[in-house]
C-alpha cells in the first residue's frame, strides 16, 4: 500500500449487509431469494400431493393367479386409512384426483374425492412396479423361479434397493419413465392447482428420486399405508417439501402400518 491509499472494502455475500445497509432491508431480500429457491408463498405454484393406498387385503387361500396378488382390495384397516387420509385432505380445496387403475389405489383417491365433488381420473401407468412378468398363467413365482432365486432376489434388494434384482421385473428406469410420465401429465393439466395422485409405494419413490436425482437406488424409503407426500411445483422447477405425513392416521397403534 502505498501513497497513504485506503484499504479496498471488503467483498460481501449477496445477501450479507454492507456498511450503510439497512438490516431490515437486507433480511428481506435473504428470506426472498430463500422463498425463490423453494417456491415458498410463491404466486402461481401449485402443489401435488402423492398418497400412498391404504393397506390392502392379500389373498389368503393359496390362490395360483398372480393377478389377485398384484390388484387386492383395500383390507377392512385400509378402508379405514383411506378415510382418514381423505378427511385429512378435505380443508383446503383440491382440483384434481388421479389413481392407477389398481382397486386399492383408485378407492383411496375415491375416499379424497369425495370430500371436493371431483371425479378420479385414472392413468394406468401411476400403476405399481410391474414383478415377475414372465410367470406363466396358473404358476406363482415360487414355483417359477424356484426359493433359491427369490431368496437372493430378496437379499439384493436388501443390499442395494433395486427392482431389476428381482426376475421379471420392470426395471427402476422403467418405472421412472412412465411415472414421471404420468405425473407430469397431470400437473400440466392443472398448473398452479393442487393435484392429489394416489398410488403405490414404489410409484411415490419413483417420482421422488426423479425430483432428487437419485440413480443408484430405486426405493430410498418406505411410504406408511396411506401416507402424504407433498411437492410443490412451478413450472418445471419441482421442490419436496414433505415426506411420509402420518398424523392423520390415529388411533397409530391400529392405522399406522406399512
Request: hydrophobic fraction near 45%; proline fraction near 7%.
Amino acid at each position: 500500500m502505498t501513497d497513504g491509499a485506503a484499504p479496498p472494502e471488503p467483498a460481501t455475500a449477496p445477501d450479507r449487509p454492507t456498511s450503510g445497509t439497512d438490516p431490515a432491508a437486507a433480511a428481506s431480500r435473504t428470506f426472498s431469494t430463500m422463498d425463490e429457491a423453494f417456491l415458498t408463498a410463491r404466486e402461481g405454484a401449485g402443489e401435488l400431493i402423492l398418497v400412498r393406498h391404504g393397506q390392502q387385503d392379500y389373498p389368503k387361500d393359496g390362490v395360483r393367479d398372480l393377478d389377485r396378488w398384484r390388484d387386492p382390495p383395500l383390507s377392512e384397516r385400509g378402508v379405514r386409512q383411506a378415510e382418514a387420509v381423505g378427511r385429512a385432505l378435505a380443508a383446503r380445496p383440491v382440483d384434481a384426483v388421479f389413481a392407477s387403475h389398481l382397486q386399492r389405489a383408485y378407492d383411496t383417491g375415491e375416499a379424497v374425492a369425495a370430500a371436493h365433488g371431483v371425479d378420479v381420473v385414472v392413468d394406468p401407468d401411476l400403476r405399481e412396479i410391474g414383478m415377475f412378468q414372465d410367470v406363466p398363467a396358473g404358476r406363482n413365482a415360487l414355483e417359477a423361479y424356484g426359493p433359491e432365486v427369490l431368496r437372493e432376489a430378496q437379499a439384493r434388494f436388501v443390499a442395494v434397493r433395486r427392482w431389476d434384482v428381482y426376475p421379471g421385473s420392470e426395471t427402476g428406469a422403467a418405472l421412472r419413465r412412465r411415472v414421471v410420465a404420468a405425473v407430469e401429465r397431470a400437473l400440466a393439466a392443472h398448473p398452479a392447482g393442487r393435484v392429489v395422485v394416489a398410488c403405490h409405494g414404489g410409484v411415490i419413490n419413483a417420482y421422488l428420486t426423479h425430483v432428487l436425482g437419485l440413480t443408484d437406488q430405486d426405493m430410498f424409503f418406505r411410504p406408511a399405508h396411506a401416507s402424504v407426500h407433498r411437492v410443490t411445483f412451478l413450472g418445471e422447477r419441482r421442490v419436496i417439501d414433505a415426506v411420509n405425513e402420518t398424523a392423520h392416521l390415529v388411533p397409530a397403534d391400529e392405522l399406522l402400518t406399512f
